[in-house]
């Protein structure tokens, strides 16, 4: 309980010293005139104050006296009700009435309607005298407040008239509404006596009868949560009683058992002064109105909404200043009230407890000075102090790798005392108990602190979720007030074993293994396209440029079903009828392995890649190309060596051209997109995790050279820039402790210069060999990309992972050759070397074999490129419209005979 307010003390010889109450302590600065001694007093409350702001202010001079207030279920709408009555000095005496007002914004005044004068002007009224039944109990002429039931179809007020003026009048009443809609008295209000309910009690009914002569002119009346209890004060008789309701918010069903709480009988509250009366939301804290000294008081409960259990004063807060200097201030129409006192009626919360709003009811010589006033608080329902709650736990809420041995830490926002009962540690995933700690042994400690520390006995097991649960009746303050307790899974859970995923070497290295991968299958397409172009170049002066000779196939249904499209005879039979369109077809294969070596964050990566370019172009004349190709391939990458990796399946397509001026500078472009799926595998100790990854890709390469002949050699000097955009989408891990992955956004800039060499030569008649080289600096300007994870079981806790670019400078070296003979056998191959400095590297093998020894034969070599490496002989031969195809495979690398012969006879139509 604070030791003081606002306090004056006064000693002799002292000066006067007023100073005002703080958050945790007070200074007292004693001034002794005669010896000039400066005393310093410490007085440390350990106690957290509220301090109430007010906010707005609501000038409702129509309602005349203002006797309660209350709100719908989610605050948009608000009632107040006004006694007219000439008890009140109202001059008007012909109605007393309930008004609703509509709030653009729930418990927010400022969106409420006024009038040039400032006075709410907006709002629907309905009368409330007589509906209580035409005989019964003078049938409510001195309403005084007000309290909705459940659901919003009926209205319960309470009679304020005294025995002085009206018979002993002390009934509390349920008025129903005529509308359908639940909150809705726009339609009027029903009397539920007339109707034949039993809508309400008097405090002298039988079974209701609170034995006390003064228990008359009720002034306040609220429920409890579900409506089984129903509470009014009587001011007079200075008490609140509280009633059972056998039926929910049903009053005909009152009972009183004995239970009141007395708040006059050290005079806190003087007589006949007690209004309107509240809980808060957990019945832990009780608020009386003083409406003579214009007060607040607030009192804590050991019960909640139970007044037979220890009930402790916390203190008051006066409206008083705020009302006489704040309210109405806006508008100079407003009467003065800067000296009215005793004012304060109504009260009422918003749902959680951060505001507050009252009523004032004064009205003398047709002059009203009624407002609504709004607060808002430090915390819920903290007009006179704080519950205490909680700061922090340690281990922190969703903290992750907590150790198997670690206590529990909890901090308040104030200093608790340990009262009874207990701290339950659970296990998230089955919410079975693992350990029950009273909170009155001796495994808690720090009781009259802030910090509570709890001695877990039980050895959490690794990588389990738990979480804590705390009795409401567990710790209090020095007021009373309780700690609101833990009863949900999430407040304060944490994991054990979980350390930082970026801490893992093999998450680190997938996570790299997928940027690297981005970048490298643009690359892949960019090339196998610039290889073509460049072939091109090379064998402008033939007229058939197909260089479809090769085939490959793949277990992909999708590129194995297109490869096989336009088999070698219908091509050369296509092209025979079709030579003056230019349209030529062509593909080409490539094998790549790479090593990226191991680093202190990261595990070494092996990479094998493989994938087939199948293109079909159109050259308009020397000058000018363009095109059109697919490609699929497969990137896999080991990460470590025990079994973590990616593999990956890609398509592209992509749209190319090259113009050039005088056939010696070339301009070549490039533009495609690609869509990835990734099948992700890490291990984590003996355990797998897996996932499924999806991408989509946009690139381009621009390229500029110019080639310089010199008999039969060819020197070529080149500038190219390559850009791109990857989009790896989010997925989830299963598993044991599986991550959860974030959207990744990756960018590949690459800027090169470079020079291919060629030379022709003659080895015998009929047969030529074009011998190739390249070499290249690439400057990579990709800029770093960051990837966000975080565990399936701890969504809010993130890592994020920076990939910087390590291939900043690199080298490409490349040589091959082209050898063909006059009676149609050709073969291609090229071997290249891309190396990132100091860093990885990645070798490359393309490749293309066949012979065509007239235009209905065709001899083949093929390769198979997937899991199970195939070598396959195709020979084709065209016999007048039907293709007569001997097939024979064999697998060299598997460790049993596995070879098959094929024969078949097929047409294309």
């Not at 509280?242 to 039926?247: G, K, P, V």
């Not at 004012?343 to 505001?355: I, P, Q, R, Y």
């Not at 500038?719 to 299963?734: M, P």
């Not at 994870?789 to 806790?797: F, G, R």
Request: charged share 20%.
């Amino acid at each position: 309980m604070p030791l003081c307010q606002n306090v004056l003390v006064t000693f002799e010889n002292f000066f006067m010293i007023d100073f005002l109450r703080k958050a945790v302590s007070y200074l007292l600065i004693l001034f002794l005139s005669i010896t000039k001694i400066l005393i310093l007093l410490m007085i440390d409350t350990k106690v957290a104050f509220a301090a109430p702001t007010y906010t707005d202010s609501l000038y409702i001079h129509n309602l005349r006296h203002s006797t309660g207030i209350t709100f719908n279920s989610d605050g948009t709408k608000m009632y107040i009700l006004a006694s007219m009555s000439t008890n009140n000095s109202v001059n008007s005496s012909s109605t007393d009435k309930i008004s609703e007002f509509t709030l653009s914004n729930a418990y927010d005044l400022s969106g409420i309607s006024k009038d040039a004068n400032g006075i709410a002007d907006d709002y629907v009224t309905e009368g409330i005298r007589g509906k209580c039944g035409s005989g019964w109990k003078n049938s409510l002429v001195n309403p005084a407040d007000l309290f909705w039931n459940g659901d919003g179809t009926q209205i319960v007020v309470v009679d304020s008239t005294s025995s002085s003026t009206s018979n002993n009048n002390n009934s509390v009443c349920s008025v129903g509404i005529e509308s359908s809609t639940a909150y809705d008295i726009d339609d009027g209000m029903t009397d539920l006596v007339d109707a034949g309910d039993d809508p309400g009690f008097d405090l002298d009914d039988s079974g209701t009868d609170v034995s006390s002569a003064n228990a008359e002119a009720i002034k306040g009346v609220t429920f409890n949560n579900d409506g089984s209890k129903i509470f009014v004060s009587s001011p007079i008789d200075g008490k609140i009683y509280q009633f059972a309701l056998s039926t929910d918010y049903d009053l005909g069903t009152a009972s009183y058992g004995g239970a009141n709480f007395s708040f006059d009988t050290s005079g806190v509250i003087s007589n006949d002064a007690a209004t309107a009366i509240r809980f808060s939301n957990d019945g832990k804290q009780m608020f009386v109105n003083d409406g003579t000294e214009d007060k607040i008081f607030q009192w804590s409960l050991s019960t909640a909404f139970d007044l037979s259990s220890t009930i402790t004063l916390l203190g008051n807060f006066s409206i008083r200043d705020d009302y006489q200097n704040k309210a109405g201030d806006y508008n100079s129409n407003i009467p003065d009230h800067s000296s009215v006192t005793g004012v304060l009626e109504g009260l009422e919360f918003n749902n959680d407890g951060s505001k507050f709003f009252v009523t004032t009811g004064h009205f003398s010589n047709n002059t009203g000075r009624q407002f609504v006033m709004e607060y808002a608080l430090d915390c819920p329902y903290g007009i006179v102090e704080c519950e205490p709650t909680l700061s922090s736990c340690s281990p922190t809420d969703g903290a992750t790798g907590v150790g198997v041995d670690h206590d529990i830490v909890l901090t308040f926002s104030e200093a608790v005392d340990v009262e009874s009962g207990n701290i339950v540690i659970k296990k998230s995933s089955d919410d079975s108990v693992v350990e029950t700690i009273d909170v009155t042994g001796s495994s808690v400690t720090g009781t009259g602190t802030t910090e509570i520390t709890v001695n877990v006995s039980t050895t959490f097991d690794i990588e389990t979720s738990y979480y804590i649960t705390i009795d409401s009746t567990a710790f209090d303050d020095s007021g009373s007030l309780s700690y609101a307790g833990i009863n949900d899974a999430t407040t304060c859970n944490f994991s054990t074993g979980q350390e930082n995923p970026l801490l893992d070497k093999e998450v680190v290295g997938l996570i790299e293994a997928q940027v690297e991968m981005s970048h490298r299958i643009i690359k892949h397409t960019t090339k196998s396209v610039m290889h073509r172009i460049e072939w091109l170049r090379r064998h402008k002066d033939l007229d058939n440029l197909n260089n479809q000779n090769i085939t490959f196939q793949f277990s992909d249904p999708m590129i194995s079903t297109l490869s096989k499209v336009i088999p070698a005879s219908t091509i050369q039979d296509t092209i025979n009828e079709n030579h003056h369109n230019d349209w030529f077809f062509w593909s080409e294969g490539q094998i790549s392995v790479g090593k990226t070596g191991e680093e202190e964050s990261t595990l070494a990566r092996d990479i094998e890649a493989n994938g087939i370019i199948i293109g079909i172009d159109n050259r308009t004349n020397q000058e000018s190309m363009y095109g059109v190709a697919f490609g699929y391939g497969e990137d896999i990458v080991d990460v470590g060596s025990s079994g973590t990796g990616t593999d990956t399946k890609f398509y592209s397509l992509s749209l190319y051209g090259t113009l050039s001026r005088n056939n010696t500078n070339y301009l070549d472009g490039l533009l495609g997109i690609s869509t990835l799926k990734s099948d992700l595998i890490r291990k984590k100790n003996s355990h797998t995790l897996t996932g499924e990854r999806d991408g989509k890709q946009v690139f381009s390469s621009v390229n500029y050279s110019k080639v310089i002949n010199k008999d039969d050699f060819n020197l070529n000097p080149l500038g190219r820039i390559d850009i791109g955009y990857t989009e790896l989408g989010a997925y989830d891990e299963t598993g044991k402790n599986a991550l959860s992955y974030e959207k990744n956004k990756i960018i590949t800039g690459i800027t090169s210069i470079g020079l291919l060499l060629d030379s022709t030569k003659q080895i015998n008649q009929g047969m030529t060999i074009k011998q190739m080289g390249r070499l290249e600096y690439s400057a990579d300007f990709s800029p770093d990309s960051d990837a966000t994870l975080s565990y399936v079981t701890d969504p809010a806790t993130e890592y994020t992972l920076t990939v910087s670019n390590k291939a900043r400078d690199n080298l490409r070296a490349g040589i091959g050759f082209d050898f063909s003979t006059d009676d149609g056998f050709s073969a291609i191959m090229n071997y290249e070397r891309y190396e990132t400095l100091g860093s990885t590297h990645t070798d490359t093998m393309y490749f293309a074999l066949g012979w065509v020894t007239n235009r209905k034969t065709e001899y083949g070599i093929t390769f198979n490129g997937t899991d199970n490496t195939t070598a396959s002989f195709d020979h084709i031969k065209n016999i007048k419209g039907f293709d007569l195809n001997f097939n024979f495979d064999v697998h060299p690398f598997s460790e049993k005979i596995n070879q098959q012969a094929n024969l078949n006879l097929s047409k294309s139509f």
